[in-house]
């Protein structure tokens, strides 16, 4: 299966369970794996037979935005939920971070859809 990857999408939003956590936007960082079959694309060369990662980093940062959770397992399944209608995509994998938050670490959950 090939592979589109968008890695590194820094997006500011109110997320978050801890007191104070969702008074102003912190930042969230988001790694996404999408896996579907690109072999129309690499022989056509356009842009409609594959997936437009301008589009998914669109949907990644305005879902951060516009929303806000406890949890950011749930804001990631928001996020797929919001992708996952491109039934070209057979598999999806998306980690949210929260950069050093912890004394410097930076905790991140992931979550994986598969058709």
């Known amino acids: 299966m090939d592979r589109i990857t968008l890695r ?17 936007p912190q930042p969230l960082c988001v790694d996404l794996v999408l896996e579907l079959d690109l072999a129309r694309a690499a022989a056509s060369d356009a842009l409609d037979d594959t997936i437009n ?31 996952w209608g491109d039934a070209r995509i057979r598999r999806a994998e998306l980690t949210i971070g929260k950069p050093k938050l912890l004394d410097g670490a930076t905790p991140s959950i992931t979550l994986v859809r598969a058709r």
Not at 10 to 17: C, E, K, L, Q
Not at 65 to 77: D, P
């Open 53 to 83: 990662y301008a589009l998914i980093h669109e949907t990644i940062v305005r879902t951060i935005e516009e929303t806000s959770f406890a949890l950011l397992e749930r804001l990631a399944a928001e996020i797929l939920e919001r992708i």
């Open 8 to 24: 590194g999408t820094i997006a500011h939003g109110r997320h978050g369970a801890n007191p104070g956590e969702r008074d102003r």
